[in-house]
């Protein structure tokens, strides 16, 4: 098992930034990706960017340019640096990590997440 601590959520005017940070503990060995998805209201849960253990990554179109993922692999922590914020990135964010090959084989369903932290952008 895999647990995921999140933290750094808040409310921020548009144009701001957060950070959001991810601690994994437990069976982390197992894990390859670390990542961050969204979820607004009457929305389904989307990828925001994801980053591989060997530091391959994947934005989501709407937050190039914008957003920054990071991770420490030694400390099994990922950062979301998230800047000019937009009320469009209003959701709960959720921290996810899987293993690839498990992912392939069974979808998502094995995957991890973490409790989810509230963003929040007032225009």
């Not at 409310?11 to 959001?20: D, E, I």
């Amino acid at each position: 098992q895999v647990q995921l601590v999140e933290s750094g959520g808040g409310l921020v005017q548009a144009g701001g930034s957060l950070r959001l940070s991810c601690a994994a503990s437990g069976s982390i060995f197992s894990i390859n990706v670390l990542g961050w998805y969204r979820q607004a209201p009457g929305k389904q849960r989307e990828l925001v960017a994801d980053i591989t253990r060997g530091g391959s990554i994947n934005y989501a179109d709407s937050v190039k340019g914008r957003f920054t993922i990071s991770r420490v692999n030694a400390q099994s922590t990922v950062y979301l640096q998230m800047n000019s914020l937009k009320p469009e990135d209003t959701a709960v964010y959720y921290c996810n990590a899987y293993n690839a090959a498990i992912r392939g084989a069974y979808g998502t369903v094995r995957d991890y997440w973490g409790q989810g932290t509230q963003v929040t952008v007032s225009s």
